[in-house]
């Protein structure tokens, strides 16, 4: 009957088994399908090798800038621009547009030798460079090449009046700029009182035309023609010496040199009023010199910049932030310069120009034509502006430098009429307040996890999904509210693990170690394998591999290895963190119906086979043994050190309780209580065993004792001598939930609850001494719960090293797991218990898992729908992939190869895939503490191991 059913069993399995390895099929070619389906601009048709594709993909830029040379401060501005924007169009879909570099030096016999080098490479687009003169050098070499070229910052008006057709410029012209310092001095006339301006200008083709322009715009306006001043670039000291300047005048600073700026303001800027028009006056090192000046020090000091730097502005305020936080380290004054953000959106301009051409299989020329985008310098489109070919129309500002920071001040800004407050329903408004809303989320999705489907339900997990619609819907929970959550709920799973914990990793450690090995491995290989498949970004795939089993510090470590993506990651982390928990959830819940196991049944099978040993036991043995006949019981060691022991003894045909001067006599009786391989030998040693009936009472001279007391507390049964001084015997203590016979040298804890046998006023007086307090056990020492928790939060904040430098941090799961787990083994360390009553504990891990998943769940709801609409379902099936395929092929290895058994598999699932949710999914469906013991010993490999594949992971995935 039982070949009947193993065989039966097997057969089910076997077939369970096909049905994961189907399914997992079926998403496999679902994600394919989804992909080819969904695609993105970088495969659009016109990429395609066939007849009605365009002769070429363009896909080239190269990018001319001064990282040498006079302007290389200015050249590493732009670079950060650039990089930024490489990310913005990686994460668009262009990842396969290549950029180069070339240093332009700011040399024009070098640039000769540099366009040389760009037209070897052949690109399809230039990008650059900075100043007018290369600019305009460049523009002739772009004509010849039939090249577009986007110039980011250069001013000259010759650029787009000379060459029509080829040159996109984001910066306004030189007669812009004037148009707008012009305008500002006449709005200004009155509150600066000035009477005259007096120009400092670059002697220089530069110089000589923004004076030229500056005159013209003046004569425009009906202003006083300014006096001019010029001098050479980097010797601004000559004119300097002998300028003076009238009171009421004001200075303006042509010049595209922040040393030279600096030294004019120094000179003029605390009593004078100045102006100025080019990147001297707004570069970092200008505004830093403005920012260390004391207060009102630079009374009147102004620049004509072509960026207003509105916060105001989603654009300007996403690229701000994503700056800061790239370049937070390098940067001297913590903003970006107004020639990043030039560079910035130039090269965004050129990425949108490729997705247009590919997408509509035209020109890159045309493509710039028709192209509208938004950028932080606004809406970029190109036009014929007043005589200007191809410029961008956009002005400029005036900002002032006092007060710090530069804030805009012509033209004047209208504040837009504050909006009427939408109207919001009762329900919403009170959904608003943040504890509202999470008690909301645990009690709405407790109640769905209630409901169960042929025997299914999500449990406490229920609260994930109902936090993901609350998330979307932006509603917020209080942000501590999930890292306490979690640290609660592993402590309280250690605290219960503690007990059996290491013996059962002696036994079984080193299997359950190597299925969290092998997962953590599986999820390594299936993200390798279709970030490969589906062309996913190296930064999306580590943050959909850390996603999907679940692990911040993976998460942690990828986004530390590529700083300059961080969103990215974060992304990737979003997608397919909201599966990484359910997914484990539905499978250590739909796997035992699909094996058709009953946990519990299997629990109780599991445990009656592993305890039939452990068992404690009663048996009546007859002394007939003459080398014991005659002694007092307590001289005999062997019984002494057995683990049994001998609590009472046959009186006609009632066993009745020791006396403290019982001698062993031929033939008689005493009552043994042992596991029954100890039973065995000390029956055998005493003589044989007896089957004779007897009666006692157990009802009066029986006793459970809960020791408190100081003086009982530390001491052996031996140092206690309890049948000498009270005529008792210890049958069993029970500590932590676990129950066993004693020896004469066991040491008594606090809260043992121990099993005395003896005469009613002898257990009376004991317990009086042993302070006995039958409410002990249900008390929880908050103090030592308080103090355990801190020493696991500052163990998981510690970093670990393992080899050539690196570190690791056990975070706020393995830290206060790994104490929970000593305190609970060990009961008590120093005055800190370890022990939490079974219903305290309980308690402590639900409460902790709802709290963690509501946190969770609405984090990752906010996001949810609109990265999976930016960047395609794609993201979402292979997080799935990487969910799925761990957990099947760890699931058949578990139960063909390591042998273990449904509880142990699920267990050392959730732990190699780092899922609290998970575990908590499956202690809810069982009493049984095997689970958790096997998520235990699993979770710290797993956990180690994601923080080290993730850094082997970003390698292998940019070869």
């Known amino acids: 009957m039982s070949a009947c059913a193993s065989s039966s069993r097997a057969k089910v399995e076997r077939n369970a088994c096909r049905n994961w390895l189907t399914l997992a099929a079926i998403v496999l070619c679902l994600g394919v399908w989804s992909a080819r389906a969904q695609g993105d601009d970088a495969a659009a048709p016109s990429s ?52 180069r570099y070339f240093d332009t030096t700011s040399s024009p016999s070098g640039l000769e030798q540099v366009m040389t080098g760009v037209a070897s490479w052949k690109p399809d687009m230039l990008v650059g460079p900075y100043g007018s003169e290369e600019a305009l050098a460049v523009a002739e070499k772009a004509e010849a090449m039939k090249l577009p070229l986007i110039v980011p910052s250069a001013t000259i008006d010759l650029l787009t009046q000379n060459q029509d057709g080829v040159v996109f410029r984001l910066a306004p012209t030189q007669s812009m700029i004037a148009d707008t310092a012009a305008s500002f001095l006449l709005s200004q006339k009155e509150s600066l009182k000035f009477t005259e301006t007096l120009v400092l200008a670059e002697e220089d083709e530069f110089g000589k035309q923004g004076v030229a322009s500056l005159q013209a715009a003046f ?33 303006v600073v042509m010049t ?8 004019i303001v120094d000179k003029v800027g605390r009593a004078g009023k100045v102006l100025g028009l080019y990147a001297g006056v707004s570069s970092t090192d200008f505004r830093m010199m403005a920012a260390a000046r004391p207060a009102g020090s630079l009374p009147a000091v102004y620049t ?81 502006f007043s005589g200007h070919y191809g410029q961008y129309p956009a002005g400029a500002v005036v900002q002032s430098f006092s007060p710090m920071p530069p804030h805009t001040v012509f033209p004047a800004v209208e504040k837009p009429k504050a909006a009427a407050p939408e109207p919001r329903g009762v329900l919403r408004t009170v959904l608003e307040n943040q504890i509202v809303a999470l008690f909301a989320i645990l009690a709405l999705g407790l109640l769905l996890g209630n409901i169960e489907i042929k025997g299914i339900g999500l449990g406490g997990s229920g609260v994930l999904f109902v936090a993901l619609l609350f998330g979307h819907f932006k509603f917020t929970v209080p942000g501590v509210v999930g890292t306490l959550g979690l640290v609660l709920f592993v402590y309280g799973v250690g605290a219960g693990a503690g007990p059996g914990f290491f013996r059962a990793f002696v036994k079984q450690g080193a299997t359950l170690a190597k299925v969290g090995a092998l997962l953590v491995a599986i999820g390594a290989a299936t993200t390798y394998c279709c970030a490969k498949l589906f062309h996913v970004p190296t930064d999306l795939a580590v943050g959909i591999f850390s996603g999907a089993m679940t692990s911040t510090p993976a998460l942690a470590a990828a986004m530390d290895q590529l700083k300059e993506s961080g969103p990215l990651v974060s992304i990737g982390y979003g997608v397919a963190y909201p599966f990484g928990v359910g997914g484990v959830v539905l499978f250590v819940q739909l796997l035992p119906k699909l094996l058709g196991v009953n946990l519990d049944k299997l629990d109780a099978e599991v445990t009656a086979s592993r305890s039939k040993k452990k068992a404690i036991l009663r048996v009546v043995a007859e002394v007939t043994n003459p080398a014991v006949i005659g002694r007092h019981l307590l001289e005999v060691e062997f019984i002494q050190r057995s683990g049994c ?49 007897f009666f006692m009472d157990a009802e009066n001279e029986r006793k459970q004792i809960v020791v408190t007391a100081p003086a009982i507390v530390g001491r052996s049964l031996r140092g206690l001598d309890l049948m000498r001084t009270s005529g008792l015997t210890v049958s069993r203590i029970v500590r932590h939930d676990v129950g066993f016979v004693p020896h004469a040298d066991t040491i008594i804890e606090r809260f043992d609850m121990l099993t005395c046998v003896g005469e009613p006023a002898n257990l009376d007086k004991f317990a009086l001494e042993a302070g006995h307090r ?20 500052l163990l998981g904040l510690m970093p670990l090293g393992f080899g050539a430098g690196n570190t690791f941090t056990l975070g706020m799961a393995g830290g206060p797991l790994f104490v929970a787990l000593i305190l609970g083994h060990f009961g008590r360390i120093g005055g800190v218990t370890g022990h939490i009553p079974r219903a305290a504990r309980l308690y402590l891990t639900e409460l902790g898992l709802v709290l963690f998943l509501a946190s969770a769940g609405v984090t990752a709801g906010s996001r949810f729908v609109e990265v999976v609409r930016e960047h395609g379902m794609v993201l979402f099936f292979v997080g799935v992939l990487v969910t799925l395929i761990p957990m099947i092929v760890g699931y058949v290895s578990c139960r063909w190869w390591f042998k273990l058994n449904l509880l142990e598999i699920l ?11 998970g575990l908590g999914a499956v202690t809810a469906k069982t009493d049984s503490d095997v689970p958790v013991i096997s998520y235990a010993t699993a979770y710290p490999v797993a956990l180690i191991l994601m923080t080290i594949f993730v850094q082997i992971l970003i390698p292998l995935l940019r070869g």
């Not at 002998?242 to 005048?249: D, I, R």
């Not at 595209?256 to 030294?263: G, M, N």
């Not at 008390?779 to 355990?788: F, K, N, R, Y």
């Open 48 to 99: 395609v090798n066939n007849a009605t594709s365009i002769a070429f993909t363009p896909k080239r830029i190269a990018v001319l800038l001064p990282q040498t040379g006079g302007f290389a401060a200015v050249g590493r501005q732009m670079q950060r621009g650039y990089a930024l924007a490489e990310l913005v169009l990686a994460e668009r879909g262009l990842r396969d547009v290549e950029i």
């Open 219 to 251: 004569k425009h306006k009906g202003l006083t023609e300014p006096r001019v001043s010029f001098y050479q670039p980097g010797n601004v000291k000559d004119v300097l010496t002998n300028l003076v300047v009238p009171a009421g005048a004001v200075v």
């Open 256 to 263: 595209r040199s922040s040393e030279d700026a600096i030294q």
């Open 304 to 384: 004509v910049t072509p960026w207003p730097d509105d916060a105001n502005q989603p654009q300007t305020a996403q690229f701000v932030q994503r700056f800061v936080n790239k370049y937070r380290d390098a940067l001297d004054r913590g903003i970006p310069q107004y020639h990043s953000v030039q560079a910035y959106s130039a090269l965004l301009v050129a990425g949108e120009a490729i997705r247009h051409a590919r997408s509509n299989k035209t020109s890159l020329f045309s493509a710039l034509k028709t192209l509208r985008m938004d950028s932080p310098l606004g809406e970029i489109h190109f036009m014929n």
């Open 645 to 693: 022991q001998v609590v009472r003894v046959m009186e006609g045909q009632r066993m009745i309780p020791l006396s403290p001067d019982l001698v062993l006599e031929q033939g008689e009786r005493l009552l043994l209580v042992g596991t029954e391989d100890n039973l065995k030998s000390v029956v055998e040693y005493l003589g044989r065993r007896s089957d004779e009936p």
């Open 774 to 793: 039958a409410k002990a056990l249900d008390e929880t020492d908050l103090a030592s719960l308080a103090i355990g928790i801190v020493a696991g939060v």
């Open 907 to 917: 267990g050392g699932t959730c732990g190699g895939m780092t899922s609290t949710p």
